[in-house]
């Protein structure tokens, strides 16, 4: 049995805010400005609009200021690349996020690609996407940026190590494994998806398993390695009649069985997920001091 460390990803995240809203404070002193980020929701799914509420939240304690637009259902996809490319315009706007999922009508990635790279502070455009790729300065996606940054903060190195992400999403399984094979973080990073055969011969050999699969405790103890680090990133919704809302979130990674076999583990709720929001606002800070260097 080992003693395994939880990996709290409140704590980081807390730190990390306090970071950037001293550092807003100091470039408020200097500039007389602050960062400002806009966020658009169309339609009511209540999940997106917590997040969008979560987002402003973090946002106005951070010292930003903030803008949200809320849309009907039935607004047309014209109508939401024109309000996009009005807050392009707006040089008082350094950050923009259309909270997806957005309406089967509505192309998700032509509205996407609309958002100035500048100012896509949710790191899904073609462009930072491609910089990612090659190793340049950009503004990476939220939840695999908060990764490194719990990485980081308990020291585990990646370099020379094995690791095994399971999901090839754009927003977190592709994003991931590009940033852990950069140089620096020089990683030997394995991809699984749906179809890969023998996926515990692949998570058995891991030093680090990344979880990005949104099943259920799908990753249990049997398919890892004693010692093995396991990151979590799924937030799934299990029924659960015990509790007021009716379901209980619990991750992509069987806490129970993986807990005496990690040497490290993300808890869920409360690991990788408070990360995601509070790199939005880093990338929204980021944003705004590249606007302050033109
Ligand atoms: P996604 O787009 O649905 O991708 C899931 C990936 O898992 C796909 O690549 C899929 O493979 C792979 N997969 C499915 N079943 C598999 C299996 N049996 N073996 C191996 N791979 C399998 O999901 P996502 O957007 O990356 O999200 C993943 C999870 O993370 C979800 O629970 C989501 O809610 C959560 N999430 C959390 C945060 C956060 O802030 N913490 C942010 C984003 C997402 P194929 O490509 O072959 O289908």
């Not at 455009?125 to 903060?153: F, H, Q, R, V």
């Amino acid at each position: 049995m080992i003693m395994s460390t939880l990996i709290n990803g409140k704590e980081v995240s807390l730190l990390l805010r306090e970071n950037i809203k001293s550092e807003t404070a100091l470039l408020k002193d200097r500039y007389n400005k602050v960062p400002k980020l806009a966020v658009i929701l169309v339609g009511n799914n209540p999940a997106s609009q917590t997040y969008v509420n979560s987002k402003g939240k973090a946002a106005l304690e951070c010292g930003f200021e903030y803008k949200d637009y809320f849309l009907s259902d039935n607004t047309t996809e014209e109508e939401l690349i024109n309000l996009v490319n009005t807050l392009n315009n707006d040089e008082s706007v350094n950050g923009i996020l259309v909270q997806l999922p957005l309406p089967k009508h509505i192309n998700e990635e032509k509205v996407i690609n609309t958002i100035k790279s500048e100012k896509d502070v949710d790191g899904f455009s073609p462009y930072n996407t491609g910089l990612l790729a090659i190793g340049e300065d950009c503004l990476m996606p939220c939840t695999p940026a908060g990764i490194l940054e719990l990485l980081k903060y308990y020291n585990i190195s990646t370099v020379g190590k094995r690791v095994c992400v399971i999901g090839r999403s754009n927003i977190v399984g592709k994003p991931i494994a590009l940033m852990l094979m950069q140089k620096g973080w020089d990683a030997t990073v394995t991809v699984c998806n749906s179809k890969t055969e023998n996926l515990t011969e692949e998570t058995k050999r891991a030093d680090i398993i990344i979880a990005a699969i949104g099943k259920p405790n799908f990753l249990t103890g049997d398919m890892v390695s004693d010692g093995a680090v396991v990151i979590d990133v799924g937030i799934n919704r299990v029924e659960d009649k015990t509790k007021k809302k009716g379901y209980r979130i619990v991750g992509d990674c069987d806490f129970d069985s993986l807990v005496d076999k990690c040497s490290f583990i993300t808890p869920v709720p409360g690991g990788v997920g408070p990360m995601t929001i509070t790199l939005l606002m880093n990338n929204t800070l980021k944003a705004f001091k590249n606007h302050l260097e033109k």
